[in-house]
T-cell receptor, first 108, second 114 residues
Framework: ELKVEQNPLFLSMQEGKNYTIYCNYS?????LYWYRQDPGKSLESLFV?????AVKQEGRLMASLDTKARLSTLHITAAVHDLSATYFC????????FGTGTRLKVLA | GAGVSQTPSNKVTEKGKYVELRCDPI?????LYWYRQSLGQGPEFLIY????????DSGLPNDRFFAVRPEGSVSTLKIQRTERGDSAVYLC????????????FGSGTRLTVV
């Protein structure tokens, strides 16, 4: 059974700091997705990583995928309060298995 | 439409009642998905439609849950004899193909069974 684990589950950080969220999955997958969810809202697509070594960046967020290690990272650079949200990774083709999420709180 | 639309946004029902949740996908998207998200958890897959047919319904928890998409566009998730454990946010998503390149979620229906 495919499992997706994220860590940390909770992250509280100061504005201006850098941090990385990790996403591990248990079986082979050549694509991985990152989503953001604000409280009471739906999921917003952030990144779609389609192959080993893929790296994508948008603003202060950068995501990478290592399919051999079955690991994806979401790196946050110089965090700002607006990045506070829950971040999910997911793997799959048509059927996604989601991680448990990382609840990020950026303190002003 | 411009996005995935779900109605109602909130639904409160009594235990044992029947409910229908509606999803209107992005125009032209052939693939449609239903997920269920419990508080503090990631979404869990329920069912995937490609066109009018359910290509994978392996995530439906039991036979009280059923979904249809008769004309390949709007889909309805139907829950019979609701139980308190069915309380969750039900999310619908759609994609142009089979989800290999990500898909777009709707805002969800929050179902509360009392």
């Amino acid at each position: 059974e495919l499992k997706v684990e994220q860590n940390p589950l909770f992250l509280s950080m100061q504005e201006g700091k850098n941090y990385t969220i990790y996403c591990n999955y248990s079986t082979t997958s050549d694509r991985l997705y990152w989503y953001r969810q604000d409280p009471g809202k739906s999921l917003e697509s952030l990144f779609v990583l389609l192959s080993n070594g893929a790296v994508k960046q948008e603003g202060r967020l950068m995501a990478s995928l290592d399919t051999k290690a079955r690991l994806s990272t979401l790196h946050i650079t110089a965090a700002v309060h607006d990045l506070s949200a829950t971040y999910f990774c997911a793997v799959g083709t048509y059927k996604y298995i989601f991680g448990t999420g990382t609840r990020l709180k950026v303190l002003a | 439409g411009a996005g995935v639309s779900q109605t109602p946004s909130n639904k409160v029902t009594e235990k044992g009642k029947y409910v229908e949740l509606r999803c209107d996908p992005i125009s032209g998207h052939t693939a449609l998905y239903w997920y269920r998200q419990s508080l503090g958890q990631g979404p869990e897959f329920l069912i995937y439609f490609q066109g009018t047919g359910a290509a994978d319904d392996s995530g439906l928890p039991n036979d009280r849950f059923f979904a249809v998409r008769p004309e390949g566009s709007v889909s309805t998730l139907k829950i019979q004899r609701t139980e308190r454990g069915d309380s969750a946010v039900y999310l619908c998503a759609s994609s142009l193909f089979s989800g290999h390149y990500g898909y777009t979620f709707g805002s969800g229906t929050r179902l509360t069974v009392v």
